[in-house]
C-alpha cells in the first residue's frame, strides 16, 4: 500500500502561482511512477503531468499546462511537486496526485493509489 497526501491548495489571482506538494509514505517511493490529476465541478478526472520513478528523466505533461506547470520529485523526502505557474481561471479543480509501480502512465485507470484531494481556485 502507498499512502498520498496533498497540500499547498488554495485560492489565487489569475497569472499567480502555487506549489502543490504531496508526501507518500507505505512503500519505496522511488520504484513509483507518480502523477498528479485534477478534477473540475461536473467533469471527468484529467491527466496534468506525471514523473517516472527514481528521477524526473521522463516527465509528461497535458498540452492545457506544458510551459506553465512542472513536476518534480524529492525522493530523500518522499514528496512529488507540482509548481503550477501563469494559472487561469480554467485550472480551477481538485487536485489528486497519484501512484504506480514503475512506469508513467496518462490514464486515471492505470494509478491504484490516490490522495485525497487539494482544491486550487483561480479567481479571474
Known amino acids: 500500500q502507498v499512502q498520498l497526501a496533498e497540500s499547498g491548495g488554495g485560492l489565487v489571482q489569475a497569472g499567480g502561482s502555487l506549489r502543490l506538494s504531496c508526501a507518500a509514505s507505505?512503500?519505496?517511493?522511488?520504484?513509483?511512477?507518480m502523477g498528479w490529476f485534477r478534477q473540475a465541478p461536473g467533469k471527468e478526472r484529467e491527466f496534468v503531468a506525471a514523473?517516472?520513478?527514481?528521477?524526473?528523466?521522463?516527465?509528461t505533461y497535458a498540452d492545457s499546462v506544458k510551459g506553465r506547470f512542472t513536476i518534480s520529485r524529492d525522493n530523500a523526502k518522499n514528496t512529488v511537486y507540482l509548481q503550477m505557474n501563469s494559472l487561469k481561471s480554467e485550472d480551477t479543480a481538485v487536485y489528486y496526485c497519484a501512484a504506480r509501480f514503475r512506469g508513467v502512465a496518462t490514464a486515471a485507470a492505470q494509478y491504484p493509489y490516490w490522495g485525497q484531494g487539494t482544491q486550487v481556485t483561480v479567481s479571474s
Open positions: 514523473t517516472s520513478y527514481w528521477s524526473v528523466s521522463t516527465t
Open positions: 507505505g512503500r519505496t517511493f522511488n520504484d513509483y511512477a
